[in-house]
C-alpha cells in the first residue's frame, strides 16, 4: 500500500504561485508514475500532469502548459508541481496519484493523466486563486 500525502495548496491572488508537494511512504516510490489531478464539486476529476519513474517524461493538459511545471526527487520520496501564472478557473481540490508507467509505441516512456489509471490517491489539497 503507497499512501500519499499532498500539501502546499492554499489562497493566492491571480497571477501569483503556488508549489504543490506529493511525498510518499513506501521506498518503492521510485517506481510509480505520478500525476497531479484537480477536480471542483459536481465534477470529474481533471488530469493536470504527470511524470514518469525517472522523471524523464512529462505531460500536461492545454490548460496549464507553459504555466505548470512538475517534477520529483525520488531521493526524497517527493513530485513537486509549480504553479505559476496562477487564474481563478485553476481553484480546485487537486489530488496527486501513484500508477504506472507505460511505453509509446516507439518504446520510450510516458505517463498517463487519466483518472482509471491510478489506483493509489493520496486526500487533496485545497487551492483557492481570488482577489
Known amino acids: 500500500q503507497l499512501d500519499l500525502v499532498e500539501s502546499g495548496g492554499g489562497l493566492v491572488q491571480p497571477g501569483g504561485s503556488l508549489k504543490l508537494s506529493c511525498t510518499g511512504s513506501v521506498f518503492t516510490f521510485h517506481r510509480y508514475a505520478i500525476a497531479w489531478f484537480r477536480q471542483t464539486p459536481g465534477k470529474a476529476y481533471e488530469g493536470v500532469s504527470c511524470?514518469?519513474?525517472?522523471?524523464?517524461?512529462?505531460n500536461y493538459a492545454d490548460s496549464v502548459k507553459g504555466r505548470f511545471t512538475i517534477s520529483r526527487d525520488n531521493a526524497e520520496n517527493l513530485v513537486y508541481l509549480q504553479m505559476n501564472s496562477l487564474k481563478p478557473e485553476d481553484t480546485a481540490e487537486y489530488f496527486c496519484a501513484a500508477g504506472p508507467t507505460h511505453r509509446n509505441v516507439d518504446g520510450s516512456f510516458t505517463c498517463s493523466v487519466v483518472s482509471s489509471d491510478y489506483a493509489n490517491w493520496g486526500q487533496g489539497t485545497q487551492v483557492t486563486v481570488s482577489s
Open positions: 511524470i514518469t519513474t525517472s522523471g524523464g517524461s512529462t
